[in-house]
């Protein structure tokens, strides 16, 4: 059973900075390794749509980022240990959100999501 679970999470302070990781597990009794899947991170405020956040490819080869967190967040993998990392930094209040975790294939239906964590930044 392919589980992915995040933790980081938690409350900061407005320019603080906090790194979130994506433990995955079950990907060796899978069609597919872990290795195999691109990831992505989203988050969803109260009252607002989920938004991709930073997104990577399988090999760790490419990323992209929205805009919005452009130059302020990393997102990096290590598939030895098949987790993937969130690197926040100069955290906004705007960037309060429960933070979600996804694998997927392109071109085919296989994905998985995490359970979320919550991200807050507040004074």
């Known amino acids: 059973q392919v589980q992915l679970v995040e933790s980081g999470g938690g409350l900061v302070q407005p320019g603080g900075s906090l790194r979130l990781s994506c433990a995955a597990s079950g990907f060796t009794t899978s069609r597919f390794t872990f290795s195999s899947y691109a990831m992505d991170w989203h988050r969803q405020a109260p009252g607002k749509e989920r938004e991709l956040v930073a997104g990577i490819t399988s090999i760790g080869d490419s990323t992209n980022y929205a805009e919005s967190v452009k130059g302020r967040f990393t997102i990096s993998r290590d598939n030895a240990k098949n987790t993937v990392y969130l690197q926040m930094n100069s955290l906004k209040p705007e960037d309060t959100a429960v933070y979600y975790c996804?694998?997927?294939?392109?071109?085919?239906?296989?994905?998985?999501w995490g359970q979320g964590t919550q991200v807050t930044v507040s004074s």
């Open positions: 996804r694998a997927f294939r392109r071109y085919t239906t296989y994905q998985y």
